[in-house]
């Protein structure tokens, strides 16, 4: 119903991937994984919220490729020293989980009693997480902020403004052969890492595609042609993406879990890209999930602790209810703590970065 309230036409602007997309895309991504984490470890049953609940791997790969995209798409238009690129892009990792570490820590040790080993808080604070333990750690679903960190770290070190498809290869095998090797103090987390190693690479060599000349002149020349005929098409469109979608639907319901991280990371970036492509095509936007888009890494840093830890809803309400409340609370402290991280990088240094 939210999606239906929030829909409207999608204007034809010539641009293939607009910020619109992207974030509608982040809405689709973060959904998945709030509704898998509840779906499969906040419930005892299954099968609730199945079979939305199984899409959290694409979801992880959505946001990853969205990652690569946006940083090969923003270093092809303009070309900026690595310190730069370090103070620009890190700070929008780092201060949103540096305010949420502060404020659990607090808040689990003054309402909860819980304290956390000194040596784990100061490797959660340096982007360092070497498990995942839903039940136990700070906020265990940041393992993938230390698997980002270490995309943007190597990103301005390996890409190649001339040649984005081999930093793409770069990437690749570098993250390929890391987590093949044995890392002993990684033991806990390499498996998940190994379920997501090739989203990034993707997406930074989907930005290239976007920026060759050949797809650029194609675009152009249909772009008269295209505004003629926008609203015979329309049904057209529709229908295609639909049909996207229900693949990557099937797809997914399909995956045989258990078949080897290699298949199953395929599976989800392909998921993934069938997903992105029907939003492409869409002729319609749907702005809750551009809203959700906007905030998504807010909500991904503090929805499990108030899920498991600090349930509000779940204890008192149908289940269904629930589930709708929490994530308009969601968007409400997102967007909250996306305000009070910005306003904290403008008051410091990190906000003339």
Known sequence: MALIAFLRFRKNNGDLFPTTTTNELKGVAIIAIVLAHIGYFLSTNTKFLFPYSIFAGAGVDLFLFLSGFGLAASALKKEISTIEFYKKRL???????????????????????????????????????????????INSPLWFITLIFAYYLLFPLVFNRRAPWISALILFFLGYYFVQAPHEKLQDILHLWKWHILAFPVGVAFADLLNTKLLNNTVAKSKKYFSRFAKTTFIARLLLASALLITGWYVAVDLRIGSGWW???????????????????????????????????????????????????????????????????????????QKGTELIAKKTRLGRA
């Not at 607090?106 to 333990?133: C, E, H, M, R, S």
Request: net charge neutral; with cysteine; aromatic share 18%.
């Open 91 to 137: 700070k929008k990792i780092l201060v949103p989980m540096w305010v949420t570490m502060v404020i659990l820590l607090i808040a689990d040790w003054l309402i909860l009693g819980i304290k956390y080993p000194t040596n784990a808080i100061v490797k959660n604070f340096l982007g360092f997480f070497q498990t995942a333990d839903l039940f136990n750690d």
């Open 263 to 337: 298949y199953e990371e395929k599976i989800c970036v392909l998921v993934a890209l069938l997903v992105l492509l029907a939003f492409m095509i869409l002729p319609l936007r749907f702005t809750i999930l551009e809203i959700l888009g906007s905030c998504s890494y807010e909500i991904y840093l503090i929805h499990w602790p108030l899920l498991y830890r600090y349930d509000l809803f779940y204890k008192y309400l149908p289940a269904g209810l629930a589930t709708i409340l929490y994530f308009a609370l969601f968007i409400g402290l997102g967007l909250l703590l």
